[in-house]
């Protein structure tokens, strides 16, 4: 129960006392201030945590166009989408410290309009990144009050990204809260229903862990029925018992139905989300016709 990760163990993450890991982990105290689960986790890749907090350093922390409280405050926006209270939790403590408007934590709605506008191209980025288009660019960067310079959008695109990919990592890790975290608000990793998002803020020893059961044993009953419609047809080929299997699969795991909404999603969350319906959509599907899509390698 004890230790940075729901599935590593903790005699496996390198403490802040070990002789390999001991050099990123100070870089990341220094850095931060403090040690937290992501960086304890990420310790097992010494190299690759030393490029992590080299970059978070330069994204939150070094001179760029945007205040740094505003960088967190994207940063809580970004992690809002992928429902990661994790990070949402994390960063609303450091846009505190920076001196962020406390009035700002109530939710979206009491964010200035410039940081709202951010909305549209947040989900877009974190759900369906094809569906982006220069238009999208043209409406933050149109001249006007609440307008972004190119610079500072720069900057804001790089932090939704990198936070979005950021609360995959801690999805996939397991990353528990921090002892000053309210465990409430623990990070889980999502239900494969859910649009890459937590189904709740229940424990994997909670509801959690029997919807993913339930999943798995709707799942294994569509292969049953298939195994014995395969059976009772003749001719059936093993490879088109393999293309039907994955369909099935795709079906019941990766594309979620349009009428699942979380009704549980923790308040802390769910005040930085705007159309929170909005989540991943297959954009093309086997067996279709394939959309025509813009490749640059």
């Known amino acids: 129960a004890r230790g940075p990760s729901t599935f590593i163990p903790l005699g496996e993450i390198p403490q802040e006392g070990g002789e390999s890991s001991l050099h990123p982990l100070l870089e990341a ?9 992501v960086a304890m986790v990420m310790g097992l890749h010494p190299q690759y945590l030393s490029s992590f907090w080299k970059t ?7 001179d760029g166009p945007l205040p740094y409280h505003k960088r967190h405050y994207i940063a ?15 960063h609303m403590g ?8 406390p009035a700002w934590l109530q939710g979206l709605h009491c964010a200035p309009q410039k940081l ?17 288009t220069k238009e999208h660019i043209e409406a933050l960067l149109k001249p006007g009050e609440d307008s972004w310079s190119l610079a500072e959008l720069v900057q804001a695109l790089v932090l939704l990204t990198h936070y979005h990919s950021l609360a995959s990592f801690v999805f996939g890790c397991g990353i528990k809260p921090e002892g000053e975290q309210d465990v409430e608000n623990s990070c889980w990793a999502p239900s494969p229903h859910s649009n890459s998002s937590p189904a709740s803020d229940d424990t994997m020893g909670g509801s959690g862990g029997t919807d993913a059961m339930q999943e798995l044993e709707v799942l ?4 049953k029925l298939l195994q014995e419609h395969q059976l009772e047809e003749e001719g059936v080929t093993q490879e088109e018992m393999a293309t039907r299997f994955e369909l099935e699969k795709t079906e019941s795991l990766l594309v979620p ?10 308040s802390n969350i769910r005040c930085f989300l705007e ?6 959509k297959d954009f093309t599907r086997r067996g279709e016709q394939a959309p025509p899509t813009f490749r640059a390698q």
């Open 220 to 223: 294994m009953e569509r292969m």
């Open 257 to 266: 139905s349009s009428d699942i909404l979380d009704p549980s999603l923790q």
């Open 275 to 280: 159309d929170p319906e909005f989540g991943y």
């Open 29 to 37: 105290f220094v850095s931060a201030g403090r040690v937290d689960h």
């Open 116 to 132: 709202r506008n951010l909305n549209e191209i947040n989900k877009l980025l974190a759900h369906r990144p094809w569906l982006i």
């Open 56 to 62: 978070q350093y330069l994204l939150l922390r070094m």
């Open 94 to 101: 450091e846009f505190l410290q920076v001196g962020g408007n």
């Open 76 to 90: 809580i926006m970004a992690a809002a989408r992928h429902r990661c209270s994790y990070l949402v939790g994390l």
